[in-house]
Every structure is written in structure tokens, then in C-alpha cells.
């Protein structure tokens, strides 16, 4: 399977929360990313959690990582229509790359 | 802020055509990169540079080399285009030891 996993496509609606969910496979990664990329634009980095972390939160941004099972999601609060964007999971590697998900696509309705 | 730079936002091309896409970052970044972007595979490393002069092999290397003359500028060069190339490709940046990356805003290009 793919390294970084991640659903394509997530809606929901204004004002509610959204989830975006990441498995990985490497545990060796020392940290692990969210980055935003807006229609038409390059990535935005968001947010990031070491990986000895738990939960990491950013005002409405809350990350949460399951060291066990591999898991990292992105949750955004009271989410809004400038939250539309593809959201991208990626690891880092000892050797300074970044390993990307396939991104997930987020449309927030109104 | 980090600024990277890419040269064009969209550019079309001709099956065959030499192709040269640029990328300057203005941190004194050690680390460059490019990618290409495609719909459901996200991001796919081509090639990277940790320094001057300097190029290794991402994931999907074929059909494209590098240039890394001066520190602040990683230019990409598809020698003949083909049609499989069109996609969005984006240069990124990073700090010596780093791993946080810095994108510019992408070159869409087509090949036709």
C-alpha cells in the first residue's frame, strides 16, 4: 500500500467540524504535517506535531496522533468557506524530504 | 518570509520541445526541490539538491534533469516534452537539516 494514506474528498457543512484523517507506515518519521493548498496556489504549511506528541492545537486547528495505530487526523473548528482547500498529510524523513498523502479535498458548504 | 518563486504560472508547450522551469528562493536555503502534482497521486518527488552543483533522484526522475548553478536557483528541464508531462509542478525550499519545505506557487504546464 501507499505510505501516506488519505481520503480524496470530504464535505461539510458551515460552521460544523471537519476531520481529515492520515495513516501512515513508517514509524521512523520524526515529525508528521498538515499543509493547505488553495485553489490555483503552491502548499501552505499548517500545522505539524513531533512525533513524540499527542495533540498539538492551533487555535481552531487540532491535531491528534496515534502512534500505535498509525494515525494522524486534522480537525478545524466552527469550519468556514475559506477552509475550502486540498489538504495534504506528509512525513518527514531522516534524509529531509517529505513523504505527501494524496491530499484530501475539502468543500465546505454553505 | 521565505519566498520561492517560480517563473511561470502557466506555460504551453509542443510535443518535442525543450522545457525550462525555474525556481528561486530568497532564505539562503540549502535544500531544493521539485514535484510534480497530479489529481489523486498528490505530490511525487522528481529531483532534489542539498547544495550547489548538486542533484539526486527522486521518485520519478525519467524524462527530466536538474540545474543547481548558484544556491538560490533550481531550474528544471524536460529535454524533449511528451503529453505525459503535462501536469503542475512545484519547487520547494528548506533549511540544511530541516525538514519543513517552503513551495512556491506551481507552473501549470501543458504539453500538446
Known amino acids: 500500500g501507499e505510505d501516506v494514506e488519505q481520503s480524496l474528498f470530504l464535505s461539510v457543512r458551515e460552521g460544523d467540524s471537519s476531520v481529515i484523517n492520515c495513516t501512515y507506515t513508517?514509524?521512523?518519521?520524526?515529525?508528521l504535517y498538515w499543509y493547505k493548498q488553495e485553489p490555483g496556489a503552491g502548499l501552505q504549511l499548517l500545522t505539524y506535531?513531533?512525533?513524540?506528541?499527542d495533540m498539538k492545537q492551533d487555535q481552531r486547528l487540532t491535531v491528534l496522533l496515534n502512534k500505535k495505530d498509525k494515525h494522524l487526523s486534522l480537525r478545524i473548528a466552527d469550519t468556514q468557506t475559506g477552509d475550502s482547500a486540498i489538504y495534504f498529510c506528509?512525513?518527514?524523513?531522516?534524509?529531509?524530504?517529505?513523504?505527501f498523502g494524496s491530499g484530501t479535498q475539502l468543500t465546505v458548504l454553505p | 518570509d521565505v519566498k520561492v518563486t517560480q517563473s511561470s504560472r502557466y506555460l504551453v508547450k509542443r510535443t518535442g520541445e525543450k522545457v525550462f522551469l525555474e525556481c528561486v528562493q530568497d532564505?539562503?536555503?540549502?535544500?531544493m526541490f521539485w514535484y510534480r502534482q497530479d489529481p489523486g497521486l498528490g505530490l511525487r518527488l522528481i529531483y532534489f539538491?542539498?547544495?550547489?552543483?548538486?542533484?539526486e533522484k527522486g521518485d520519478i526522475p525519467e524524462g527530466y534533469s536538474v540545474s543547481r548553478e548558484k544556491k538560490e536557483r533550481f531550474s528544471l528541464i524536460l529535454e524533449s516534452a511528451s503529453t505525459n508531462q503535462t501536469s503542475m509542478y512545484l519547487c520547494?525550499?528548506?533549511?540544511?537539516?530541516?525538514?519543513?519545505?517552503?513551495f512556491g506557487a506551481g507552473t501549470r504546464l501543458s504539453v500538446l
Open positions: 520547494a525550499s528548506s533549511l540544511q537539516g530541516e525538514n519543513i519545505q517552503y
Open positions: 513508517d514509524s521512523s518519521s520524526t515529525y
Open positions: 506535531i513531533f512525533s513524540n506528541m
Open positions: 506528509a512525513r518527514g524523513s531522516s534524509a529531509r524530504q517529505l513523504t
Open positions: 532564505m539562503d536555503h540549502e535544500n
Open positions: 539538491s542539498y547544495d550547489v552543483k548538486m542533484k
